[in-house]
């Protein structure tokens, strides 16, 4: 029996053991602690930020990102309809209306559309809170296109660095574009705490607040006093300490990734049809190399993405489509959405290849034995 070879497995290794014995030893097994503060300062050094709260999820850094910006019941949060269930989650949570922008041509969000939706319901007389933006598969957005834009609408950004930390737009670190940022450390990200995430911000006082919401609302009184509702949203000193093994290591995690993606890009340089998202648009030098995602151009190519997954999957290989587009799915039908198409078009022909840092030459050699020969099947 062949091993199974996962889409993106954590990576651990006795880096991160030697760090979790001695948060155990240490005593500090507790949803503070030592091991927290000193992540807390590596990653908002390693982000370019003033400050970091380390909390349960990355979905609990956005919901709270988005409370601080005042997101809640009769306003409007813009975001890309390309992404992961949890940034529309987190909006809901406040009671906020999602609206939905589609994508560009790498899948991150259309700038131009983004910021026209923006104007467009400001002059409705809506609120809109906050803007959100998400650096798909481990690459920023165009920040550069965005600009100060946002600024001049009075609009609060957000970024959705979930997948992207250790990338850079124009050498400035994801993490470090939106007055708050939300990174995510679960299993199957970049680097993981098993689970976990991080809140980003310059705004100390932001900060301050939203570590008192995360640790239930307590006021500062002899006993427990509450003229709030809170959440329990910290992270483990446990957790911190296997954080700050991976944070170690990221540099070597990202490096294996981007030379996994060159595999893939070698040996797909030939087959018509594959594009590689991100790397054959705009290039891919600042990514993370998180997912290596491909489009498959129908009138090309035969199989489909959900073909090509099945095969796969009999070879004991994990691959995945996209993000199904949120404005596609059954619980977001009456959200309101701008839409180009090309999400749509992205999660019809996307596939996702195992990316994990993990994986060895020979076991992506066995991926390519599969995918190469059905990718060159050419369409009728
Ligand atoms: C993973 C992810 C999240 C949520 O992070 P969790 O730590 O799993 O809560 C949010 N947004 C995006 C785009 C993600 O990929």
């Known amino acids: 029996m062949t091993e199974r070879i996962f889409m993106s497995r954590a990576h651990v290794t006795d880096v991160e053991e030697k760090y979790v014995l001695e948060a155990l030893r240490s005593g500090w097994v507790a949803p503070l602690g030592p091991m927290v503060d000193r992540f807390e300062r590596e990653i908002a050094e390693r982000c370019g930020v003033d400050g970091a709260l380390a909390l349960s999820s990355g979905t609990a850094a956005l919901h709270l990102a988005l409370l601080d910006a005042g997101a809640g019941p009769g306003t409007a949060v813009v975001l890309p309809t390309m992404t992961f269930a949890a940034s529309a989650n987190a909006v809901a949570y406040t009671g906020a209306n999602p609206v939905f922008v589609d994508s560009a041509d790498d899948a991150n969000v ?18 809109v809170a906050a803007v959100m933006t998400v650096d798909l598969f481990g690459r920023c957005c165009d920040y550069t296109a965005l600009g100060s834009r946002l600024d001049e609408l009075g609009v609060p950004l957000i970024e959705d660095a979930a997948e992207a930390l250790g990338a850079t737009h124009h050498e400035r670190p994801a993490g470090s574009f939106g007055r708050a940022a939300a990174l995510s450390f679960n299993g199957n990200k970049i680097m993981t705490t098993s689970g976990g995430g991080m809140l980003l911000s310059n705004d100390k006082d932001m900060l301050d607040r939203a570590r008192y919401l995360s640790t239930q609302a307590r006021q500062p009184a002899p006993w427990y006093e509450h003229t709030e ?25 990202i490096a294996r990734r981007r030379e996994i993606r060159d595999l893939y890009a070698a040996a797909l ?34 199989a489909d993405p959900t073909t090509v997954m099945q095969e796969l999957d009999a070879a004991g290989i994990e691959a995945r489509h996209l993000w199904k587009p949120m404005h596609l799915q059954p619980i977001h039908a009456t959200a309101r959405a701008a839409i180009n198409g090309r999400a749509e078009a992205l999660f019809r022909t996307g596939l996702t290849l195992p990316s994990g840092s993990e994986l060895t030459d020979a076991q992506i050699d066995r991926v390519l034995a599969v995918l190469v020969p059905r990718l060159q099947e050419p369409a009728a």
Do not use: K
């Open 269 to 302: 340089a030939d087959v018509e049809g594959v594009t590689f998202l991100g790397r054959d648009q705009v290039g891919d030098a600042e990514d993370n190399h998180w997912l290596t995602c491909i489009t498959i151009d129908p009138a090309v190519i035969a």
């Open 229 to 253: 509702i809170g959440y329990n949203y910290r992270m483990s000193n446990i957790l911190a300490a296997l954080g700050i093994g991976q944070l170690e290591r990221l540099d070597s995690m």
């Open 110 to 127: 259309d700038i131009d559309l983004l910021v026209e939706t923006v104007m467009t319901l400001q002059s409705e007389g809506q609120t």
